[in-house]
């Protein structure tokens, strides 16, 4: 089984995703790592710095992330509600259950990334979840 290092807020990102994204590169490579991760259900590594998702955003200059800051903030941010830690090896699917348990059903997610570009996407499928 391979192992994928993931953005822990990319927990988040997954699960409000709808096709949507940066560029059409970004949007067919989120749809096909979706796509794995839930045929595969990989272990993953969470990594607070650019994981999978990330290579085909344009904002990834020469691998760092040019919203390093904001992004980080929301990857600790997902760590601490779902009381995991950097570098932690975990199913994929247990980690979006803590993601969905921990952060979504208890309304949390706003307050990790409300100003984020896509937050009205996120707003809106919310009821859905």
């Known amino acids: 089984m391979r192992n994928f290092k993931i953005r822990p807020h990319h927990g988040l990102c997954i699960r409000f995703f709808e096709g949507k994204g940066y560029s059409s590169d970004f949007t067919r490579n989120m749809v096909e790592i979706i796509v794995m991760l839930n045929?595969?259900?990989p272990v993953i590594q969470l990594h607070t710095d650019t994981d999978i998702i990330c290579r085909s955003c344009p904002g990834n200059i020469n691998e760092r992330c040019k919203s390093f800051t904001k992004v980080l903030?929301?990857?600790n941010a997902?760590?601490?509600?779902c009381r995991l830690k950097n570098g932690q090896q975990i199913k994929w699917s247990e980690f979006s259950r803590a993601v969905h348990t921990k952060i979504?059903?208890?309304n949390k997610r706003e307050s990790i990334c409300s100003d984020c570009q896509w937050n009205e996407i996120c707003a809106k499928k919310l009821p859905e979840l």
Do not use: G, P
């Not at 997902?78 to 509600?81: G, H, S």
């Open 104 to 106: 979504i059903m208890k």
């Open 78 to 81: 997902v760590l601490d509600f």
């Open 73 to 75: 903030s929301y990857d």
């Open 39 to 41: 045929r595969e259900d």
